[in-house]
């Protein structure tokens, strides 16, 4: 079992936890990490799960129900798990079981339970879904307007180091403003990063277009800086050129940052996030869990 980290104590910046769970190793870490911050926030958490609805060509009743019948029992396997789970970090939990694609199951109960949090693992139970994000972590992430905190298998979450990533956009003064918040409350350090995404032909036959990318990229961390320290927080500025996910994971490991905190320019709504954006790829590169600001 990974380290846990006592210091999510004060936080308490989430009410609400919904947590996904799908039998998968990596969804059941997140649950336990679910839990832990349930106890430590004085959190309500819920656990949910989702079997496929059997659709019967044929529509032959004693087939749909037999079969309908096997797929629910998988899903109260998953359940009972995760009760054991629950009993063994001593937190109540209320359990869900949808039968509907699991993305719209888990964006709806999000929505209806008004969760303030969704913590998913980073990969699904599928082989096939272990290449980078899991497909429904990577929906869920784009369809939702909750907050969406996902973690790779095998790490556990803290809030003494957090890095936050900053573009300059709506979604990245969001991040910024949570990251703030939680280093503030936490006492933690925060490291803020803004990436020149640009290639080295274009470095070499534009540098001054690049200096402009940088000086406005060091605007952005400048900003960060001054209302971090308004709030009292240490924090770090650093700006990196090269591809956005691979800077900001290798700073997270020169950092050893706990969490790395970023924005999400995903859509609302049925259209997903799309497969290669950049934050889809920390997710899939992190070290350390990703909190997904939506704000």
Known sequence: MPPFSRRTTVMGRYRRILAAVDGSESGR??????????VAQGSWLTAITTVPPYEDLFQIPAVREKVSRALRQEGEKVLTA???????????????????????????????GSYDLIVMGRHGAKPIERALVGSVTARVIGST???????????????????VATDGSRYGRAATEKAIRIAKAEGGLLSAISVVDVTEEF?????????????????????????????????????????????????????????????????????????????EKVIGYAPCPVLVVRG
């Open 203 to 279: 470095q070499s036959q534009a540098p001054e277009a690049v200096e402009k990318l940088v000086e406005k990229a060091k605007g952005f961390v400048g900003e960060v800086t001054r209302r971090a320290e308004a709030e009292g927080v240490k924090i770090m500025p650093f700006v990196r050129e090269g591809e956005s996910y691979r800077a900001i994971t290798d700073l997270s490991r020169t950092c050893r940052s706990e969490v790395i905190v970023m924005g999400s320019h995903g859509r609302t709504g049925v259209r997903r996030l799309l497969m290669g954006s950049v934050t």
């Open 145 to 163: 307007r909750r907050d969406i905190l996902v973690f790779p298998l095998g790490t556990a979450i803290g809030w003494g180091s957090i890095l």
């Open 82 to 112: 995760v009760r054991e789970i629950a009993r063994d970090e001593g937190v109540s939990v209320k359990t869900l079981i949808e039968e509907d694609a699991p993305f719209h199951a888990i964006v709806d109960a999000a929505e209806e």
């Open 29 to 38: 870490n997140a649950f336990r990490q679910a839990c832990r911050m349930a």
